[in-house]
């Protein structure tokens, strides 16, 4: 490490012991107490399953947890927390997570929340300050050999750390003083400083390997064409020594390199990153990537070609990096429908045989299953022919995987039948406006933007649509997967001129909408959304038949839509509500926290945890919490009872970790 990064770079752990033993210890009577279980990844297991097989919490108690405990992460940091989106571990009855705007590392007793020890990582000047990922992240991965016990976890700046388990302090046998600088890569020149690269999620470790992936600045209009590459890399759990790269915009003369079609855009292209959670599987030793669009997600005239390997999962050697397979599951994506979130890992009947399987949920609502020792579909995958936009100088594939089975999570596509019609009068000005758009199937590609219009295209769902980065959940006793989804429509088909390029470096640029269009063209309906509810739900999907068994709406209808004028006198259905969380699910249970809060009965605000018959979806319980989930959920036994921890945050809300116990 260089002298000026050693200045820049101040690392001070806060260590403190509790007196006595760490809660956790079996009692005397163990053989009529439950076992403690630990919860060692961000998804539960490397498989990303987000599963536990207990049942001590069920549908007839539900409604009497308590909260036995709340961590408030408001203190932590140079300003207080809003957005809490961390995971946390529970291993030997200690929790470990990532909180607060500096993104700390905190252990926490699992039964009592009290405080074991904080680590800060603290990045000063412009290192941080230019993070394109900033805030408390997602949380942290974990590695023992029985002996040793490590803590890893990216910081804002893209720094690799590696803490002591037991103590918070940083082990010093990996990298320098316990860290890898992520900008130091020998396959790009990366500024220290101002590259816009960086990582918010928490570290795979599978057969002791760190894989880490990059994030980058959201790319509708983008600063900088030649934006840095986010090539995935793997590390040596022990010493820190990078292992591997695997270059997400290949090289000249690797494979892919000839699906970028002109000279010079594969290595003027940027992004291309693995931002999500990385599932692996250790028995075949294959880590499952999950990769998202280069620079320009809705404009792809510098990247003609399908652009491998972007919207892609690629199978990878744990050990070595090489690829094992691809699957694209968009060709040259222009709808930001890049990966969200981790593959799901799953062992199906299929064809009188066992088949490993791996099943990947999508923003567009897709369930794409693949044998995830293969990469070929489970169920055909055929290419259908999608409408074409008017970009000049864009490349259009010309047709689209999409899954015969299973069914998608959500709705795709939009109609006129499939406006807002709560009352005649709403439905005709959901027309009026809907007829300045262009309106078409999942794939419609985006268009010119034109005042007279059409202005652009609706998607369903846009690009934070379907199902986002907190995944789904998976039941292995009846190989059944659970997503929540949000059925959120985007104009993301206005593309503009940008001849002086005040909007970033592209000539052409996407305007969601362009800004000189009367406001009454905009695509909601006096404040109501566009189209039909529900807007939240979740499904149970059968993976061994490719079947969905359930769906519901998740979640109340929002105040906006219950208190307003033009609906007074009109009897909503529940709606459910828009936002980016996911299930969990337990022995009899589909456990999942409201995405928004409302106002009940009583006057009170607020959000509920709700728990629904994994079999039959439905709702068996309900429980207050004061904001809505901005976590996702993870359960354990400890001492004898069984706790569910999420985090809330949000609007007005204050950040905090809250545990539930009968």
Known sequence: MRALDRRLMLTTTIAGTIAGTIAGRLPANAQTTPADTDWTSYGGNLAYWRYAPLDQINADNFNKLQIAWHFKTANFGPRPEYQLQCTPLLIKGRLYATVGTRRDVVCLDGATGEIIWVHKTIEEGARAAHSPRRLSGRGVGYWTDGNAERILYVTIGYQLCSLDAKTGLPDTSFGENGIVDLKKDDDQDLDPDTADIGLHTAPTIARNVVIIGAAHTAGNTPAVKDNAKGYVRGFDVKTGKRKWIFHT?????????????????????????????????????????????????????????????SDSIVAVDIETGKRKWHYQMVHHGLWDYDVPCAAILCDLPHNGRTIKALCQPTKQAFLFVLDRETGKPVWPIPEVKVPKGDVPGEWYSPTQPQPTKPPPVDRQGITKDDLIDFTPELHQKALEIASHYKLGPVYT??????????????????????????????????????????????????????????????????????????????????????????????????????????????????????????????????????????????????????????????????????????????????????????????????????????????????????????
């Open 445 to 662: 590609a985006p268009i010119m933007g034109k005042k007279d219009g059409p202005i652009g295209v609706i998607n369903l769902p846009g690009y934070i649509g379907g199902v986002n980065w907190p995944g789904g959940s998976y039941d292995p006793d009846t190989y059944t997967v659970y997503t929540y989804s949000q059925t959120n429509p985007l104009t993301a088909g206005s593309i503009i001129p940008n001849p002086d390029h005040t909007r970033g470096a592209f000539d052409y640029v996407h305007a969601s909408p362009p800004s000189d269009i009367p406001r009454a063209y905009y695509p909601s309906v006096d404040g109501l959304p566009i189209i039909k509810p529900p807007y939240g739900r979740i499904t149970a999907t059968n993976l061994a038949d490719g079947t969905q068994t359930w769906q519901i709406a998740h979640g109340e209808t929002p105040d906006e839509i219950r208190n307003h004028p033009a609906l007074k006198g009109v009897k909503i259905p529940r709606t459910g509500m828009m936002g980016k969380i996911s299930p969990l699910t337990t022995k009899s249970l589909v456990i999942c926290g409201d995405p928004e809060m409302y106002t009940d009965e009583t006057g009170t605000k607020g959000a509920r945890l709700r728990a629904y018959d994994k079999a039959t979806g439905a709702e068996k319980g309900a429980v207050f919490m004061p904001g809505q989930q901005s976590g996702s959920p993870m359960t354990y036994m400890l001492n004898g009872k069984q706790y569910i921890v999420l985090a809330v945050s949000g609007r007005g809300v204050d950040a905090q970790f809250i545990a539930f116990r009968l």
């Open 249 to 309: 915009i290949p090289m000249k003369g690797e494979f892919g390199y000839d699906t970028w079609l002109k000279p010079g855009q594969a290595e003027a292209a940027g992004n291309t990153g693995c931002w999500n959670q990385i599932s692996a599987d250790e028995e075949l030793g294959l880590a499952y990537l999950g990769i998202e669009l280069p620079t320009g997600d809705q404009m792809g005239i510098y990247r003609a070609g399908d652009n491998l390997f």
